[in-house]
């Protein structure tokens, strides 16, 4: 047993003693361990409890908290405390939250919901969260990605012509963002990949990071093949149905589409849906249709025997020269050389 597993162990115990003594299933949701001290002893003054939190207990928990140790890392997995008090927090990094066994209560922006094993939850940053669970036998992990890994490791998912995607878009930049909630038993799907994450956390082997980041691309990938209709969003965003609709005619028109046809077809101003496609997006209007090019010539290198010279016109492309440039400063490959490392399996994501 490593001495995090002790040290959780320990911690647990201390709580399972507080929750023995005082059951605080009903107590309001708290900030801090002093405001949660002073009301368990308003309730219990005969008892004592510690001066100090025994885990960490704070409103805002930045990347630093989780990354300081190993700030070359940006991906951890971290085994929730049972019997935490129900602190209310908010990270600076993107959570997701797996029921392995038993049960637990999250409540979200103040609004409970009960997950149970299998349960899946992916929580962006800033959101107001807390956790609760009073089963012994409950196991949650907690995978936490840092906000810049999200964007760049994952970007392939992020603008595919989903509904999915376009709410983990909108995770990264809408400022009411969405809160997926799969309440179905994933464990089937998602176990394996799930205990093969915790063992990179748990042990410092070469290649931890690629395969940290491939084991939750495929996470991310399967819910979105296996589970796309079986989830609940715990946020209501209509941006987020906006943002479908447009990534879905720029998909079908990446050949020609310009910004005033697509503010044409959404009867909005050029003004206005350039502006909005940034805060939706995080990218200008140009930057996300040679994204949204960049990609499809991709998906076509690796799916189709088309020609270089045939994919290029296909997405819209006049400018060998320039198409070439922008694969490579994307790709760090040239089309040629993207073709055939598909070919012997070797893909280089762009970063």
Same mark, same amino acid.
């Given at each position: 047993?490593?001495?995090?597993?002790?040290?959780?162990?320990?911690?647990? %115990?201390? $709580?399972?003693?507080?929750?023995?003594?005082?059951?605080?299933?009903?107590?309001?949701?708290?900030?801090?361990?002093?405001?949660?001290? %002073? $009301?368990?002893?308003?309730?219990?003054?005969?008892?004592?409890?510690?001066?100090?939190?025994?885990?960490?207990?704070?409103? $805002?928990? !930045?990347?630093?908290?989780?990354?300081?140790? %190993?700030?070359? =890392?940006?991906?951890?997995?971290?085994? +929730?405390?049972?019997?935490?008090?129900?602190?209310? +927090?908010?990270?600076?990094?993107?959570?997701?939250?797996?029921?392995?066994?038993? /049960?637990?209560?999250?409540?979200?922006?103040? +609004?409970?919901?009960?997950?149970?094993?299998? !349960? @899946?939850?992916?929580?962006?940053?800033?959101?107001?969260?807390?956790?609760?669970?009073?089963?012994?036998?409950? @196991?949650?992990?907690?995978?936490?990605?840092?906000?810049?890994?999200?964007?760049?490791?994952?970007?392939?998912?992020?603008?595919?012509?989903?509904?999915?995607?376009?709410?983990?878009?909108?995770?990264? %930049?809408?400022?009411? =963002?969405?809160?997926?909630?799969?309440?179905?038993?994933?464990?089937?799907?998602?176990?394996?990949?799930?205990?093969?994450?915790?063992?990179?956390?748990?042990?410092?082997?070469?290649?931890?990071?690629?395969?940290?980041?491939?084991? @939750?691309?495929?996470?991310?990938?399967?819910?979105?093949?296996?589970?796309? *209709?079986?989830?609940?969003?715990?946020?209501?965003?209509?941006?987020? /149905?906006?943002?479908?609709?447009?990534?879905?005619?720029? +998909? *079908?028109?990446?050949?020609?589409?310009?910004?005033?046809?697509?503010?044409?077809?959404?009867?909005?101003?050029?003004?206005?849906?350039?502006?909005?496609?940034?805060?939706?997006?995080?990218?200008?209007?140009?930057?996300?249709?040679?994204?949204?090019?960049?990609?499809?010539?991709?998906?076509?290198? =690796?799916?189709? /025997?088309? !020609?270089?010279?045939?994919?290029?016109?296909?997405?819209?492309?006049?400018? !060998?020269?320039?198409?070439?440039?922008?694969?490579?400063?994307?790709?760090?490959?040239?089309?040629?050389?993207?073709?055939?490392?598909?070919?012997?399996?070797? @893909?280089?994501?762009?970063?």
């Amino acid at each position: 047993m490593t001495t995090d597993e002790l040290e959780l162990s320990k911690n647990e %115990h201390i $709580y399972y003693q507080m929750y023995q003594e005082l059951p605080f299933d009903n107590f309001p949701q708290f900030s801090s361990w002093e405001e949660f001290r %002073h $009301y368990y002893l308003e309730k219990l003054p005969e008892t004592s409890l510690p001066e100090l939190a025994p885990s960490i207990i704070e409103s $805002y928990l !930045s990347e630093p908290d989780f990354f300081a140790a %190993h700030p070359d =890392k940006d991906i951890c997995m971290i085994q +929730h405390t049972n019997f935490t008090p129900d602190f209310i +927090h908010r990270l600076e990094m993107f959570k997701l939250i797996y029921i392995k066994a038993g /049960s637990a209560r999250l409540t979200v922006n103040n +609004h409970p919901y009960q997950m149970r094993a299998g !349960s @899946v939850c992916i929580v962006p940053p800033e959101t107001r969260q807390s956790l609760f669970t009073n089963n012994p036998d409950t @196991v949650v992990w907690n995978l936490l990605i840092k906000r810049s890994t999200f964007q760049t490791a994952f970007s392939a998912l992020l603008f595919e012509d989903t509904e999915l995607s376009a709410l983990l878009l909108q995770m990264l %930049h809408a400022l009411k =963002k969405p809160i997926l909630l799969w309440q179905k038993d994933t464990s089937t799907v998602l176990s394996t990949i799930i205990d093969q994450l915790i063992t990179e956390t748990d042990k410092n082997l070469p290649y931890q990071q690629i395969i940290q980041r491939s084991l @939750v691309m495929i996470l991310l990938a399967s819910l979105l093949r296996v589970f796309p *209709q079986d989830y609940l969003l715990l946020e209501q965003n209509t941006q987020a /149905s906006r943002l479908k609709n447009i990534l879905s005619y720029m +998909h *079908q028109e990446l050949q020609s589409v310009t910004l005033p046809q697509l503010a044409a077809a959404f009867s909005l101003s050029q003004g206005y849906l350039s502006r909005w496609i940034k805060e939706a997006t995080g990218k200008s209007f140009k930057q996300l249709l040679k994204e949204l090019r960049l990609k499809k010539a991709a998906h076509l290198l =690796k799916n189709t /025997s088309k !020609s270089i010279e045939i994919i290029m016109y296909d997405i819209g492309y006049s400018d !060998s020269s320039r198409f070439y440039r922008n694969f490579k400063d994307y790709y760090h490959q040239t089309p040629k050389e993207f073709r055939g490392s598909i070919i012997f399996g070797v @893909v280089t994501q762009n970063e």
